[in-house]
């Protein structure tokens, strides 16, 4: 099998071709399979203190069959990237099961389980490499924002921790086998700049550097993330990691999101992915958006040359994922636009100067 660099310049030969495929929502596979309680815990965690239903994390080390099968379901739908299930998987979030000193352990295990998946499909077509994407998520805490709406200058986690955090887990993910890191459903840009920077810390220190996949979150139809962020704003935040791709993710369906993608599209200097939810939730919190009609919102972008790398989140399927394979199969990937190096800084909204008409009206 082809070593991890020579992995990654497939990758880059790849998305120099065609519009690559990432997988679909890991939550919405496993709520499908109706575990229970001793499912979670498996013989490892029967007499934990704590209750572990939930943590689809854990799975990855008492259930990893179920993962596996998740994984190869998506390959068969034709993803070229899986995402790790590691969502959680941060000694933050763990701490929500008394389960933070697994964390090493629980990031290492699921990416062995990604890459074995992977490495299987790519070892049966030879001509198609199969690629890992180790998957750090958001936390459940947020370093712009107060928990306590009466003070409003108060935090439960400081930069440092997230340094700290983000840096064990994307340890795991290295150590397992990635081929990439990505950040992903990002609401708090400073949380995404904590995961950065503690990637960029590993990197020097293992003298070794990996592509990474960054992907925001438009909270509602304001078109910002949830710390205030418009597209262009977020990227202009971010750029300075020099990313192999930004794009958005969750939240809402193919049809909402358009526009945002779109706003990113004209002005990262960098491939753009886009993995939607299959629609809004309906009133029972589930997503009722067809395979078909996903595909078709999907087909769409890419006709008009808007993305370089597409799947799905809550709500998406296997199926969803054959079908926006179908859709955008022989479509070219988005051209990675030339931006002029001036001043572009970001608060809640973009400033750049000078400003471009002609960029502007692009």
Request: with cysteine; charged share 25%.
């Amino acid at each position: 099998m082809l070593e991890r660099k020579e992995r990654q310049k497939e990758l880059r030969r790849a998305a120099a071709e065609r519009i690559l495929l990432l997988d679909t929502a890991m939550g919405t596979a496993i709520q499908a399979f109706g575990l229970g309680e001793e499912d979670f815990r498996g013989s490892r965690f029967a007499d934990h203190p704590t209750d572990l239903k939930g943590d689809n994390d854990l799975l990855s080390l008492t259930c990893p069959d179920v993962v596996r099968q998740i994984h190869v379901g998506n390959l068969e739908a034709g993803a070229d990237i899986l995402e790790t299930n590691t969502f959680n998987a941060t000694a933050i979030s763990q701490m929500d099961y008394g389960l933070e000193a697994h964390v090493r352990e629980l990031n290492e295990a699921a990416t062995r389980l990604a890459r074995e998946a992977a490495d299987s499909f790519t070892k049966i077509t030879p001509d198609k490499t199969r690629f890992v994407a180790g998957v750090l998520g958001p936390t459940s805490r947020t370093a712009s924002l107060s928990p306590d709406v009466e003070d409003p200058g108060f935090r439960n986690v400081t930069f440092d921790e997230l340094v700290r955090n983000y840096r064990e887990a994307a340890e795991g993910l290295i150590q397992g086998g990635a081929d990439l890191i990505l950040v992903e459903t990002i609401f708090d840009t400073l949380n995404a700049r904590a995961a950065l920077f503690a990637i960029d810390a590993l990197f020097e220190d293992l003298g070794e550097r990996l592509p990474i996949m960054i992907s925001g979150t438009i909270t509602d139809l304001s078109g910002r993330t949830l710390s205030g962020q418009t597209p262009e704003a977020f990227w202009y935040s971010v750029r300075h990691a020099q990313p192999f791709s930004v794009g958005l993710n969750c939240a809402l369906g193919p049809k909402e999101l358009r526009p945002h993608v779109a706003e990113l599209s004209r002005f990262a200097d960098t491939l753009v992915s886009a993995h939607p939810n299959a629609g809004l939730p309906n009133q029972f919190g589930g997503y009722d958006l067809s395979p078909d009609a996903m595909a078709e919102h999907l087909g769409e972008w890419a006709s008009e040359g808007l993305i370089n790398i597409v799947g799905g989140c809550c709500g998406t399927t296997p199926d969803h994922l054959s079908a926006i394979a179908a859709a955008v199969e022989g479509k070219s990937p988005r051209k990675v636009p030339c931006v002029r190096p001036w001043m572009r800084l970001s608060g809640l909204e973009p400033f750049v100067l000078p400003r471009d008409e002609e960029e502007e009206a692009a």
